[in-house]
């Protein structure tokens, strides 16, 4: 009787780890990386130009080498740029 629970709450927790990889998919691809749009300490992930490496350390709003992820079709309506500066 214990290998049958065991079974079952396996192929439970598989079933629900596959549905939120699913959705954390699905989500990846309603949004996009949108350049100078971060408010301070708001940033998704490192710089661009290298002053940091994580997210949640870019130090002033808007700086055109952070970025964060916003809505898909949102991000030159809020001001932002599609690609880092160059």
């Known amino acids: 009787m214990e290998k049958r629970h065991a079974l079952l709450a396996s192929a439970l927790v598989a079933a629900c780890t596959?549905?939120?990889?699913?959705?954390?998919?699905?989500?990846?691809?309603?949004?996009?990386?949108?350049?100078?749009?971060?408010?301070?300490?708001?940033?998704?992930?490192?710089?661009?130009?290298?002053?940091?490496?994580?997210?949640?350390?870019?130090?002033?709003?808007?700086?055109?080498s952070e970025w964060k992820y916003v809505a898909k079709g949102t991000c030159e309506k809020m001001g932002g740029k599609m690609a880092a500066p160059k």
Request: aromatic letters at 2%; glycine letters at 10%.
């Open 18 to 64: 596959l549905g939120m990889s699913s959705a954390h998919a699905a989500d990846d691809k309603a949004k996009e990386k949108c350049f100078g749009v971060a408010k301070a300490g708001q940033n998704d992930c490192a710089s661009t130009t290298g002053a940091h490496s994580c997210a949640g350390q870019s130090k002033k709003d808007n700086d055109p």
